[in-house]
């Protein structure tokens, strides 16, 4: 069994069920699958249908990927298609 | 034309004289935008829209904050007594928290402002508001790299919420530069209605301004105006617009000072809606000419105000006991009421504000201020002085308020045999345009003593005495003794 800890718990705010929309997902998972070897939990939400969750995280844009775990909790905004990007802004220690 | 009128109809704001300002209000249904520099007090104005939206006119408010937390901002306005957190516990408020509460890293510029959009909207929802802020964008347009993003999303926020038929308050930091823009052009979609705030410095304190910069559509007061931010909020004090004045004079309708002989050299009294200056060097008795007007007044069963601008009001109660006047209880009643102002700093809109208000607040006839001397030797400089007597002028006709504004003179002592009406300043005169009469009070010295001499000078629309009388004042009681002839 994996160690907990190095558990990665993500959030993706997006806006509607638009192509754009499933293209970064399946683009985000296929980076995360690679790096984070299944390592990792992300939740999608849809900003039109959940507002209130994106009050309570104080989202302001979307594309945003928040990552929850491990800290320090980490906000990225703007298209996620570059990996080396994502991974700088997330925080991520490759290793 | 009527259905073009009926486009645009107005929201009172609540802020004390911005709503007369506005004559009525904001445009409803509209975003307007204020601007000025840090400090000005955008952020108050925002506030007292929303508190007075939801306390006064039962509109619940949602405000969008991108500076300050809604927790600071929350006890920000426990100062006011305004208890944001029970209106918030109540859903009458709600607060769509932008701050830069945390670091939001940009991997690329592709991204769009839905979400924030989103939340207002569900604010809205909320609490079912009426009326929404936000303050302050700049802050918003400092966070990001992609501004054509803010903008274009501001844009489309600006329409949704015309849309969905609130009205919006927006505040924005105006650059010092002078062009009266704001830093990010803002002014593009958010142009029904442009309040532009300022700070001026006046001789020991800064005075704030607030002006319309424009607004669709409807009609409203232009010009610079002053306004406070006091214990309450904010108040602003609307000029009287000038060009509206209807007369409502009657010059059979006359205001007896009470004295007998005086009465008769005005043939019955000054006339309603006169503005009379009383004129005379320092001890001749201009305030105790000027109580025993409002007494007369007071007995006769009219109101009357007191402008204070050279003594305490406590010290003039206290003359007035002396003559047998109880001012205390007069003002208790009702039937009196005192207007006075920190004479370093006198604020023309606002000291004109506090008169209309008492005259209007009783329903006074009568108004004496004491004096008008004051006002030019204070911040006014002469024209001030002029127009703020014609503006005063134009709401006592209007009101058929008659009126006495007593002048000090320096140099009406002293001439010589034959030569009474020598030495009559040329303020006076300058002065006399504006007013429908002149009294003048004189000090003469005539062989081993001063005597006290009085003339009418003028009095327009109506005969009056031309000749010279003396009088006395004894125990605060004014008698016309006799004409004086030498």
């Known amino acids: 069994m994996e160690d907990n800890a190095n558990r990665y718990?993500?959030?993706?705010?997006?806006?509607?069920?638009?192509?754009?929309?499933?293209?970064?997902?399946?683009?985000?998972?296929?980076?995360?699958?690679?790096?984070?070897?299944?390592?990792?939990?992300?939740?999608?939400?849809?900003?039109?249908?959940?507002?209130?969750?994106?009050?309570?995280?104080?989202?302001?844009?979307?594309?945003?990927?928040i990552k929850i775990l491990p800290p320090p909790v980490r906000k990225i905004i703007g298209e996620l298609t570059d990996k080396k990007k994502i991974l700088l802004g997330l925080d991520f220690t490759t290793k | 034309m009527e259905e073009i009128r009926k486009g645009i109809s107005k929201l009172n704001t609540g802020i004390k004289?911005?709503?007369?300002?506005?004559?009525?209000?904001?445009?409803?249904?509209r975003a307007a935008l204020i601007t000025g520099p840090t400090g000005t007090g955008k952020t108050v104005f925002l506030n007292s829209f929303i508190y007075l939206g939801i306390t006064r006119y039962d509109e619940n408010g949602v405000y969008v904050t991108f500076e300050e937390t809604p927790q600071d901002i929350i006890l920000n306005v426990q100062g006011f007594g305004w208890d944001y957190k029970s209106l918030?516990?109540?859903?009458?408020?709600?607060?769509v928290d932008v701050s830069p509460n945390d670091v939001i890293m940009?991997?690329?510029?592709?991204?769009?402002?839905?979400?924030?959009?989103?939340?207002?909207?569900?604010?809205?929802e909320k609490v079912s508001a009426k009326r929404v802020v936000l303050d302050c964008i700049d802050a918003f347009f400092a966070r990001f790299l992609n501004k054509d993003a803010v903008r274009s999303s501001l844009n489309q926020i600006a329409v949704?919420?015309?849309?969905?038929?609130?009205?919006?308050?927006?505040?924005?930091?105006?650059?010092?530069?002078?062009?009266?823009?704001?830093?990010?052009?803002?002014?593009?979609?958010?142009?029904?209605?442009?309040?532009?705030?300022d700070l001026v410095g006046g001789q020991q304190q800064f005075l704030r301004t607030i002006c319309v910069r424009k607004i669709r559509g409807?009609?409203?007061?232009?010009?610079?105006?002053?306004?406070?931010?006091?214990?309450?909020?904010?108040?602003?004090?609307?000029?009287?617009?000038?060009k509206k004045i209807e007369m409502n004079t009657d010059y059979s309708i006359r205001r007896k000072f009470g004295i007998r002989q005086l009465d008769r050299m005005l043939y019955g009294g000054i006339p309603q809606g006169h503005m009379v200056l009383l004129s005379g060097n320092t001890g001749t008795g201009k305030t105790t000419f000027g109580m025993q007007f409002l007494v007369n007044g007071i007995k006769?069963?009219?109101?009357?105000?007191?402008?204070?601008?050279?003594?305490?009001?406590?010290?003039?109660?206290?003359?007035?006991?002396?003559?047998?006047?109880?001012?205390?209880?007069?003002?208790?009643?009702?039937?009196?009421?005192?207007?006075?102002?920190?004479?370093?700093?006198?604020?023309?809109?606002?000291?004109?504000?506090?008169?209309?208000?008492?005259?209007?607040?009783?329903?006074?006839?009568?108004?004496?201020?004491?004096?008008?001397?004051?006002?030019?030797s204070a911040s006014m400089n002469e024209e001030q002085v002029r127009q703020f007597l014609i503006q005063l002028s134009g709401f006592f006709k209007e009101k058929g308020v008659t009126c006495?504004?007593?002048?000090?003179?320096?140099?009406?002592?002293?001439?010589?045999?034959?030569?009474?009406?020598?030495?009559?300043?040329?303020?006076?005169?300058?002065?006399?345009?504006?007013?429908?009469?002149?009294?003048?009070?004189?000090?003469?010295?005539?062989?081993?003593?001063?005597?006290?001499?009085?003339?009418?000078?003028?009095?327009?629309?109506?005969?009056?005495?031309?000749?010279?009388?003396?009088?006395?004042?004894?125990?605060?009681?004014?008698?016309?003794?006799?004409?004086?002839?030498e």
């Open chain 1, 9 to 65: 718990i993500l959030t993706l705010y997006i806006t509607g069920e638009t192509q754009t929309s499933r293209k970064t997902i399946t683009l985000l998972e296929e980076i995360l699958d690679s790096e984070l070897h299944g390592m990792y939990e992300l939740k999608i939400i849809d900003v039109l249908k959940h507002p209130q969750l994106a009050e309570d995280d104080k989202i302001l844009a979307t594309p945003t990927l």
């Open chain 2, 17 to 29: 004289g911005l709503d007369e300002m506005l004559m009525g209000g904001l445009p409803k249904g």
């Open chain 2, 88 to 95: 918030v516990e109540n859903k009458r408020l709600a607060f």
């Open chain 2, 106 to 124: 940009e991997i690329g510029t592709n991204y769009d402002f839905t979400p924030l959009f989103k939340r207002i909207e569900h604010a809205i």
């Open chain 2, 160 to 197: 949704h919420l015309k849309s969905l038929g609130v009205t919006t308050l927006i505040s924005g930091e105006r650059t010092s530069d002078g062009s009266g823009h704001t830093r990010y052009g803002i002014e593009e979609f958010v142009s029904d209605a442009v309040l532009e705030l």
């Open chain 2, 218 to 242: 409807t009609n409203y007061r232009s010009g610079l105006m002053e306004f406070d931010i006091t214990s309450e909020g904010i108040e602003v004090f609307p000029k009287i617009p000038y």
């Open chain 2, 300 to 376: 006769e069963g009219e109101n009357v105000v007191f402008v204070a601008l050279e003594e305490p009001i406590e010290q003039l109660k206290k003359t007035a006991k002396n003559h047998g006047w109880d001012f205390e209880r007069f003002q208790k009643e009702g039937r009196l009421d005192f207007v006075s102002t920190d004479l370093i700093d006198i604020r023309n809109d606002r000291l004109l504000y506090s008169i209309v208000n008492a005259v209007n607040c009783i329903g006074a006839s009568r108004v004496v201020i004491d004096s008008v001397s004051s006002l030019m």
């Open chain 2, 404 to 485: 006495i504004m007593n002048y000090l003179t320096g140099s009406s002592f002293g001439a010589v045999k034959g030569q009474l009406m020598s030495n009559i300043m040329t303020n006076d005169m300058r002065l006399s345009s504006i007013t429908d009469g002149i009294i003048l009070l004189l000090y003469v010295e005539r062989g081993q003593s001063v005597k006290k001499m009085l003339n009418i000078l003028k009095l327009r629309g109506s005969k009056h005495s031309k000749e010279v009388y003396r009088y006395e004042i004894e125990k605060g009681r004014i008698s016309i003794i006799e004409k004086y002839e």
